[in-house]
């Protein structure tokens, strides 16, 4: 089962063009957390939401939580190639068992072409 | 140390033999997890471990995997007797709970290759 899904899968992009990757669920996370991966290289975490509805920016990104804290979108302003990755959203809770665990969506692949 | 570090960086593997793979979580940080990552297919749970806790080993896919962690600190998964489907990358994170952010740190990640 596909707890989050992202969308889109794929983005080819001019630099200097705008974007929004979406990240959408059907369950409640206690927050949610965006990473940035490179070829080769582990997910970075680039940043966290906890509050339904909150806005969050990191230069020029820009994430937002839903009001239901069920999904998420990251904006980029003017993007450059060096934004170019594998974007992960990723659903934070707190199982039964007292277990913290993140659900991953299959990411978004982003190319900045310049 | 600074960061997560994970051992080998690349392994390729028969098919039926056994593999170990070795993380290295930042000093300090009680909890590590597992992670394997296919072609199109996300990142998947594997293992969790937090404190003396006893972990939670609900994401491993068969009795074939297992993994340990010694004092607190180093982590190791073994697959035994691999099958092809197990190739993937292997990514272990650890975490600082009382962080509010509650971030994982990903090591570079081991990738796998049964042939």
């Known amino acids: 089962t596909q707890l989050l899904e992202q969308s889109p899968q794929f983005l080819s992009i001019q630099e200097g063009e705008n974007l929004t990757v979406y990240c959408n669920s059907s369950?409640?996370?206690?927050?949610l957390q965006w990473y940035r991966q490179e070829p080769g290289e582990g997910p970075v975490l680039l940043v966290t939401?906890?509050?339904?509805?909150e806005v969050k920016k990191l230069k020029r990104l820009t994430f937002q939580f839903g009001d239901a804290r069920k999904d998420s979108s990251l904006h980029i302003t003017a993007a450059q190639p060096g934004d170019t990755g594998l974007y992960l959203c990723?659903?934070?809770?707190?199982?039964?068992?007292?277990?913290?665990?993140?659900?991953f969506g299959k990411g978004t692949k982003l190319s900045v072409i310049p | 140390g600074a960061g997560v570090s994970q051992s080998p960086s690349n392994k390729v593997t028969e098919k039926g033999k056994d593999v170990e793979l070795r993380c290295d979580p930042i000093s300090g940080h009680t909890a590590l997890y597992w992670y394997r990552q296919s072609l199109g297919q996300g990142l998947e749970f594997l293992i969790y471990f937090q404190g003396n806790s006893a972990p939670d080993k609900s994401g491993l896919p068969s009795d074939r995997f297992s993994a340990e962690r010694t004092g607190g600190s180093v982590s190791t998964l073994t697959i035994q007797r691999t099958q092809q489907e197990d190739s993937a990358v292997y990514l272990c994170a650890s975490s600082d709970l009382r962080e509010r952010d509650y971030g994982y740190t990903f090591g570079s990640g081991t990738r796998l290759t049964v042939v």
């Open positions: 990723a659903g934070a809770r707190w199982s039964g068992a007292g277990s913290y665990q993140l659900t």
């Open positions: 369950s409640v996370f206690s927050s």
């Open positions: 939401v906890v509050t339904g509805g």
